[in-house]
């Protein structure tokens, strides 16, 4: 069982990102995934996240409007549109799930939002 986020970078702000969660081992559309962000001197948070099959969608205030959280199961992965970045979203982001009671997390990626 594994998680493996990618797609981060740098963008200018107003700019857009797409990150990716990608499962191997298990089907991921079977659980609810999170997105979470941590930023340097700062505590990890929740951004967004999704509940399994395609369940409700939930974002902090400070990025509603903003991104999208999504399934792709054909490539048994969430993905998260980020639009319209802002230097605040600078952090590194992490995806999570939670599966029979174990918390797996993927790799850190790195975004940076700077002009």
């Known amino acids: 069982v594994q998680l493996q986020a990618s797609g981060g970078g740098l963008a200018q702000p107003g700019g857009s990102l797409r990150l990716s969660c990608a499962a191997s081992?298990?089907?991921?559309?079977?659980?609810?995934v999170g997105w979470f962000r941590q930023a340097p001197g700062k505590k990890r948070e929740g951004v967004a996240c999704i509940g399994e099959r395609d369940g409700p969608t939930f974002y902090v205030e400070s990025v509603r409007g903003r991104f999208i959280i999504s399934r792709d199961n054909a490539e048994n992965r969430v993905l998260l549109q980020m639009n319209d970045l802002k230097p605040e979203d600078t952090a590194v982001y992490y995806c999570?799930?939670?599966?029979?009671?174990?918390?797996?997390w993927g790799k850190g990626t790195q975004v940076t939002v700077s002009s």
């Open positions: 999570h799930t939670r599966k029979y009671g174990v918390d797996y």
């Open positions: 081992g298990f089907s991921l559309d079977s659980y609810g």
